[in-house]
């Protein structure tokens, strides 16, 4: 094989890795959901619990015991570990924006279902976020960084296999 | 007494927006290192996929700037008004992470990436009124 042909192969699969996965957008779409409705829980978690001040911060340990903050954690733990995954195959800045669509989600939450009155800057702030997600959803998702002699020469075993 | 309160007001919410950019493209450079972390799980099950992550000195000192971060967070919220500091520090966050993620990580930011970041920022102020 070619210089040329491995450096066609290796453009072509980079513009695979490019494109999502079903199960790829299925883990963003985790990231936001987790992300908004713990933090949603915790928050009416610790409104139940009370304030805590910064001198008895032992408070916090009665807070474990309640169901809402308990949900939230586990959430919360499902967000870190969905995030990691996406940041493992997509760029910061793809991931990002992206998932700050949850902060949409915890808004239409508060206006449909805890029936809130949402501003005409909130609005605003909504159809901003989503345009935002618009801009990078259209772009690739990860920045390939030039492909080094090795990877070239671990493509070439797999393509002679 | 009042620049006094504006200089720790501003040096709280950059703290934690710091720790937060610096946690963050830490765990983004450890992932990037690692690999697809789907394939990682096909090969050797989810508890070799977590030792994996955890293994990693990026990820360790990454996890401890986020853990750094929520307590400076705690900190900041009994000396800061929470409409202060929950848009100005999400919207430093976003802006700060881009920068790094040039600088640092070497991602291509183009000018797609960029109108994101400044949408979602103003999006965030704007959800706080």
Known sequence: ?161 | MHADHLLRTWSCILGVATLAIVGEVLIAAAMRRLGDLDLIRERSGLTGTIRAVLSSPLFLAGALCMALNFFAMLFTLSVVDLSLAAPAIGSLTYVGNAAAAKVFLRENVDSRRWLAVLFVCVGVVLLTK
């Open chain 1, 1 to 161: 094989m070619t210089h040329a042909d491995r450096f066609c192969l290796t453009k072509a699969f980079q513009n695979m890795s490019h494109r999502l996965r079903p199960s790829q957008y299925a883990i963003l779409v985790a990231i936001m959901l987790t992300a908004s409705v713990g933090d949603t829980l915790l928050s009416h978690g610790m409104s139940q619990v009370g304030p805590v001040d910064l001198h008895h911060l032992w408070l916090l340990f009665h807070a474990l015991a309640n169901p809402f903050i308990i949900a939230g954690i586990v959430l919360l733990i499902g967000f870190f570990a969905s995030y990691m995954t996406a940041l493992s195959w997509a760029d910061l800045t793809f991931v990002m924006p992206s998932t700050a669509f949850g902060y949409v989600v915890v808004a239409l939450l508060s206006r449909f279902w805890l029936h809130e009155h949402l501003s005409i800057y909130r609005w605003t702030g909504i159809l901003l976020i989503v345009c935002a997600v618009g801009f990078v959803a259209g772009g690739p998702s990860r920045t390939e960084h030039e492909t080094t002699q090795h990877e070239l020469d671990i493509m070439d075993s797999g393509a002679g296999r």
